[in-house]
């Protein structure tokens, strides 16, 4: 994870979060005072993961960690006070919201900060795999809509025009979707 937003009411917790962060090889940390803050910063860019301490000045925070958690792959931490932690554990944990009783020690919040990368890695992978695969079926329509024109138009077999393509991206080095785009081109008009 590469950049981190902490938000906290509380600059001694703010401050030390992100000297603690700083230490560990952490250098892109941005800080928002309450939720109104963090989330005119969220309009702008994203984050890999967002600690927010609780209470905040303008609302208790795990709203603003559900939003945050809803928006895509950041990673969100949730620092509560421990007579809370079951409560708004059970509130947040189905949006994927890692949850920290204070006072946090360094050792039980490495541990989350590891398992919070971990479950980041995993989903930018799976992110990644998805858009391939949304790509893949896009390729797959787009040929299938130049073979119909085939059809209609060359009064071709599917087999025929699905060999057609085949063979002229073959031919011509290129990938079968270009060829479909060249014959979309030429009869769809």
Same mark, same amino acid.
């Given at each position: 994870?590469?950049?981190? #937003?902490?938000? @906290?009411?509380?600059?001694?917790? @703010?401050? @030390?979060?992100?000297? &603690? #962060?700083?230490? /560990?090889? !952490? /250098?892109?940390?941005? &800080?928002?005072?309450?939720?109104?803050?963090?989330?005119?910063?969220?309009?702008?860019?994203?984050?890999? &993961?967002?600690?927010? /301490?609780?209470?905040?000045?303008?609302?208790?925070?795990?709203?603003?960690?559900?939003?945050?958690?809803?928006? +895509?792959?950041?990673?969100?931490? #949730?620092?509560?006070? @421990?007579?809370?932690?079951?409560?708004?554990?059970?509130?947040?944990?189905?949006? +994927?919201?890692?949850?920290?009783?204070?006072?946090?020690?360094?050792?039980?919040?490495w541990s989350a900060l590891k398992l919070a990368s971990a479950a980041h890695n995993r989903i930018k992978g799976l992110k990644k795999q998805n858009?391939?695969?949304?790509?893949?079926?896009?390729?797959?329509?787009?040929?299938?809509?130049?073979?119909?024109?085939?059809?209609? !138009? &060359?009064?071709?077999?599917?087999?025929?025009?699905?060999?057609?393509?085949?063979?002229?991206?073959?031919?011509?080095?290129?990938?079968?979707?270009?060829?479909?785009?060249?014959?979309?081109?030429? !009869?769809?008009?």
């Open positions: 994870m590469d950049s981190i #937003l902490i938000v @906290s009411s509380s600059l001694k917790v @703010s401050s @030390s979060l992100e000297e &603690l #962060l700083r230490f /560990n090889s !952490y /250098n892109e940390i941005v &800080l928002a005072k309450n939720a109104g803050e963090a989330k005119r910063i969220l309009v702008d860019r994203d984050f890999d &993961l967002c600690i927010v /301490n609780t209470p905040l000045t303008d609302e208790f925070g795990s709203n603003l960690a559900i939003n945050i958690a809803n928006r +895509g792959t950041t990673q969100v931490m #949730l620092i509560v006070k @421990s007579e809370l932690e079951d409560e708004i554990s059970d509130k947040v944990e189905d949006f +994927g919201i890692f949850v920290i009783a204070k006072p946090v020690n360094r050792q039980l919040f858009e391939q695969l949304q790509k893949k079926i896009e390729d797959i329509r787009f040929v299938d809509r130049a073979k119909c024109v085939l059809i209609e !138009y &060359l009064k071709m077999s599917e087999a025929e025009a699905h060999r057609f393509i085949e063979k002229q991206a073959m031919d011509m080095r290129v990938t079968k979707r270009e060829i479909a785009a060249r014959i979309l081109k030429t !009869y769809e008009k």
